[in-house]
């Protein structure tokens, strides 16, 4: 009876060990992988940013028959701020090397933004663009919903140029942008049409502020042209 009663706890204790393992060994193959996946992604958003720093210099000579107010870089700018974004919410990134590349893109959309001025006035383009200032240190309840907002504007109008910063980025180029435009530190913070917004902004909001976005073609009607 005894023999019987301990080949069960036996046999249990295997089973026990055997799921543990099989959990232990499952869960680091996932982390594993989503590392991997994590490291694959920014390798990925390197490569990206330098292609648009290249793209940059040569629309940069380009003359204003060649520039339009929905340009390459721009267009192309948005996706890679989406996976940035991302970036920041995993656990196993590098952050010295999300940093890195946070610094760099930012002074790429800097750059963008300072091409799109010089066409408005040089070429007599009339794009509709916003400044977005948020801070990931959590003293900033609202600009998570307020990315969403921004988001949500940017897919009904692909033209509308969001240009997004992280306050707090070590980073002088920024920081003469905050000066220059006298952006608090009390994100979330907009600068539409030259003048700052302060707090959580909807889209119904944002719409009011800058009537410009009905001149804009939306994702619908762009989608309809397309496929006439």
């Known amino acids: 009876m005894r023999t019987a009663r301990w080949s069960s706890y036996v046999v249990a204790l295997l089973i026990t060990a055997a799921i543990f393992a099989t959990a232990l060994y499952a869960s680091d193959y996932f982390n594993n992988r989503r590392i991997a996946e994590i490291q694959a992604t920014q390798s990925s958003i390197s490569i990206d940013i330098l292609s648009l720093e290249t793209q940059f210099d040569l629309l940069a000579e380009h003359s204003c028959q060649d520039i339009s107010e929905n340009s390459v870089l721009s267009s192309e700018i948005q996706p890679v701020g ?12 590098d952050q010295a ?7 760099y893109y930012s002074l790429l959309e800097i750059k963008d ?4 001025r010089q066409v408005t006035a040089k070429c007599g383009l009339k794009p509709v663009f916003i400044l977005y200032f948020y801070s990931n240190k959590g003293d900033c309840k609202d600009c998570e919903e307020q990315g969403y907002a921004l988001t949500g504007l940017s897919e009904t109008y ?7 910063f992280d306050y707090n980025l070590d980073l002088s180029a920024l920081q003469t942008l905050i000066d220059i435009h006298d952006v608090k530190n009390q994100p979330p913070a907009l600068i539409i049409n030259g003048k700052t917004y ?3 902004h909807t889209m119904a909001d944002i719409k009011k502020i800058l009537p410009q976005l009905a001149t804009l073609k939306t994702a619908t009607s762009t989608a309809t042209t397309t496929k006439k």
Do not use: C
């Open 82 to 93: 989406q996976r940035l974004a991302y970036l920041e919410t995993q656990s196993n990134v």
């Open 97 to 103: 090397q999300l940093t890195e590349l946070k610094r």
């Open 198 to 200: 302060y707090g959580l």
């Open 113 to 116: 933004y300072l091409l799109m």
């Open 158 to 164: 692909p033209q509308l140029r969001v240009y997004s």
